[in-house]
């Protein structure tokens, strides 16, 4: 087994748990949701990248870059729609998403 096993597991599962507790609790702004996505799908690429290092096999790698590629795809896409809404309401918190009754 590695040496870092312990601590890299850790981390992942650290990094994760904050991305998703951010976007339970903190939901209130779009771009701190992204942010949490983000590190959520970041923090899975580190678990990728150090089992397909454990294993000696590049399959975890190409994982990787495909998670990156998704990832920069939904960032791109959600700042659009944050541009679109702030110029529509000039306000980007996700309450302005829902309609008013």
Request: hydrophobic share 55%; proline share 1%; with cysteine.
């Amino acid at each position: 087994m590695h040496r870092y096993t312990d601590i890299i597991i850790v981390n992942v599962l650290v990094r994760s748990l904050s991305g998703l507790y951010t976007i339970l609790f903190y939901h209130s702004n779009i771009i701190t949701i992204l942010i949490s996505i983000e590190v959520m799908l970041l923090a899975l690429n580190l678990l990728f990248v150090f089992e397909s290092a454990m294993l000696d096999d590049i399959t975890g790698q190409v994982f990787c870059l495909l998670i990156l590629t998704v990832a920069a795809c939904e960032t791109a896409i959600g700042l659009a729609l944050i541009l679109l809404l702030y110029r529509l309401n000039t306000d980007i918190s996700s309450t302005a998403l829902t309609p008013s009754l």
